[in-house]
């Protein structure tokens, strides 16, 4: 047994089981929540903060009950067989017969008042006369999810925090992971808090309206591996670099502000090791998390595969932060039929991200419903970042192929479009001798992403080596990378830099001409096609030369929402019979364009009759 010294904390949760659903209870501070004369028993509570003077009616409780706690997932009628009303005693309200009426329809057994008490309203258990919040247990049977987290018990933040529900949602909040184990094969047990906590369960019965608060509170967020979140170790998706380095003291900054706005960490999710494009056959280390969409065995795309399993999957988890280099939010947006989008480049902090190819790095999201993305976007990008407009002039989208999707945009929003082709462009234009764009790009990949994704890790292989006497083991695409990476001189990548910053200066000139911001550019992401976990790609990844469209927005550091609009369908060898792909498309703005570019999108979905949100599952809808 483990000694415990000074630092050790004792964890004083409870589980306990509500038919098939499983539940995690953790205290709620000592000294400001202790309910008086209770059984030592655990039992279950539903508690509603109240003014004194106030009057509890039945459309007061049925209003609460079905605004709020019926749409909370982590709610069950069983919690309504006692009821507290915190803030007032017994003499300090008006219950009128027809909320006791109610009450007795609701097999309420005992109603409590408990004037010390100020918690958020919301389902809990009282355990030896303390109230404890509630977490509700999810499996996460897809495997998304490579750590399951829960603020820490000790944080010293916690004793302040009485109007919390015991939940912490600050920047200096630590992170531990949760005692939790899922009842899948190998799948971790996610707990995710109360969504009722987050709500104000307002006075009247005549309207109930959410008081001023930040539109990210209570929104549950996973957080892709390569992002530090203070009190875990990052893994980057490879157990040598998770064991090499200590747990971390100090959350990335998109963490934090998302903390700050009152949003929920639940844990951390999957991805391709060292954020690389890794088939699930290469992903030795941490198993490949599955797709949902269709027959259940074709693949997430990657890296950020298990942040697009989580919001693919999980009707529990609101967005999944992930991270963008050439792709990695776009791609697993296009495998598994959910939004995606990468912010222009700088405009949101990267700081405790850990960088592939820094240049090209960004922070990213997931979700399934775009309505949520403006909120998002409020809260991660920095202060004083400038923004462009795209309605300064009438709107003209470009295109390389037609879609339905872009004339139905066209002609919701009233704007042009027209077909273009940059390769043409190029070679009327280009500022070079070389006219052939695929050439004068040709080493794009090898001289540029290879060559930082090798050096991008120089300190960690000869931090490892040291320790150990050996290098670090990597999966075979890492090693390929690598390899190519590491026989390219300083001299070329510094040349394919400049190349891309020559081809960027001319984009921008020619699209963008004399600083305008009006033109959206439709891009296909890549080809639709079932692409199967099982299928063996070799023990090399293609290495594509010239310019591919998923880095078209990371050279120019542009904005690039990925939309689903359709599904296709396609035989599956799996089921041996028809199934559905999603099809998704994406629009490029110009660089810091991107909350026009998301309300603009926006816009033309809901004029045009276009879903602005997606299911979870085997069909996006």
């Known amino acids: 047994m483990m000694p415990m010294g000074d630092s050790a904390t004792v964890d004083a949760s409870i589980n306990f089981r509500l038919g098939s659903d499983y539940y995690l209870a953790r205290p709620v501070p000592a000294g400001i929540v202790n309910i008086s004369n209770t059984p030592e028993g655990p039992f279950l509570v539903t508690y509603f903060q109240i003014q004194k003077g106030q009057t509890i009616d039945a459309s007061t409780l049925l209003t609460w009950r079905t605004k709020y706690l019926d749409l909370d997932d982590v709610f069950n009628s069983k919690f309504l067989q006692e009821i507290v009303f915190g803030g007032v005693e017994s003499d300090d309200i008006h219950l009128t017969s027809d909320a006791e009426k109610l009450l007795e329809d609701w097999q309420t057994l005992n109603v409590r008042y408990q004037s010390h008490l100020d918690v958020n309203s919301g389902p809990y258990c009282v355990y030896n006369g303390q109230l404890h919040a509630v977490w509700k247990i999810y499996d996460d049977y897809q495997l998304a999810f490579v750590q399951a987290l829960w603020p820490a018990s000790d944080n010293k933040l916690l004793g302040q925090m009485g109007t919390s529900g015991g939940i912490v949602n600050s920047s200096a909040s630590s992170f531990v992971q949760t005692n939790a184990a899922g009842n899948g094969y190998r799948c971790h047990g996610i707990a995710v808090p109360a969504r009722s906590y987050s709500e104000t369960f307002t006075p009247s019965t005549t309207s109930i309206l959410n008081i001023s608060r930040s539109p990210l509170k209570g929104m549950r967020f996973a957080i892709k591996d390569n992002y530090h979140i203070r009190g875990t170790r990052t893994s980057l998706g490879n157990r040598a670099y998770f064991k090499t380095y200590p747990i971390e003291e100090r959350h990335a900054d ?54 697009a399993a989580a919001i693919s999957s999980y009707d529990w988890i609101d967005i999944a932060i992930c991270s963008d280099t050439t792709g990695s939010a776009r791609i697993p947006a296009l495998q598994t039929g959910i939004f995606g989008f990468r912010p222009s480049t700088n405009s949101i902090s990267s700081k405790g991200l850990v960088k592939s190819w820094p240049v090209m790095d960004t922070p990213g999201w997931l979700g399934r419903d775009l309505e949520r993305f403006p909120d998002v976007l409020a809260t991660l990008r920095q202060s004083g ?85 050996h290098g670090p083991f990597v999966t075979e695409v890492v090693r390929w990378y690598w390899s190519l990476g590491r026989e ?28 305008s911001h009006n033109r959206v550019f439709a891009l296909h992401i890549d080809t639709t096609l079932p692409r199967y976990r099982d299928q063996y790609p070799g023990n090399s990844n293609p290495d594509v030369p010239g ?74 809808f």
């Open 385 to 469: 970042e400038k923004h462009q407009s795209l309605t300064e002039q009438p709107l003209e989208i470009l295109y390389p192929t037609m879609d339905d999707l872009i004339r139905d945009m066209a002609l919701s929003t009233g704007c042009t479009f027209r077909k273009v082709s940059i390769k043409e462009d190029w070679q009327r234009t280009a500022p070079v001798e070389e006219k052939d764009l695929q050439q004068y790009l040709y080493n794009t990949t090898r001289h540029g992403w290879y060559y930082a994704a090798y050096h991008s890790f120089d300190d960690f292989r000869k931090e490892y080596k040291k320790a150990h006497g």
């Open 254 to 307: 998109v963490v934090s502000n998302l903390l700050n706005a009152g949003a929920h960490i639940v844990g951390k999710v999957h991805l391709s090791s060292f954020a690389m494009m890794e088939h699930p056959t290469q992903s030795v280390d941490y198993q490949a998390p599955f797709n949902p969409r269709g027959d259940g065995y074709l693949i997430t795309g990657g890296s950020s595969g298990g942040s």
């Open 547 to 620: 310019l591919r469209a998923t880095y078209l927005s990371a050279i120019l550091e542009a904005p690039e929402l990925a939309i689903p609009i359709s599904q296709i369908p396609y035989y599956s060898r799996i089921t041996e019979r028809e199934e559905q792909l999603p099809l998704v498309v994406s629009f490029m703005g110009a660089p810091g364009t991107d909350m026009e570019l998301i309300q603009w999108t926006l816009y033309g979905l809901r004029k045009s009759g276009r879903p602005t949100k997606v299911k979870t599952g085997k069909m996006a």
């Open 488 to 515: 390219i001189t300083v001299e070329q990548h510094q040349e394919i830099l400049s190349r891309l910053s020559v081809f960027k200066t001319w984009f921008t000139d020619h699209y963008h001409p004399n600083g």
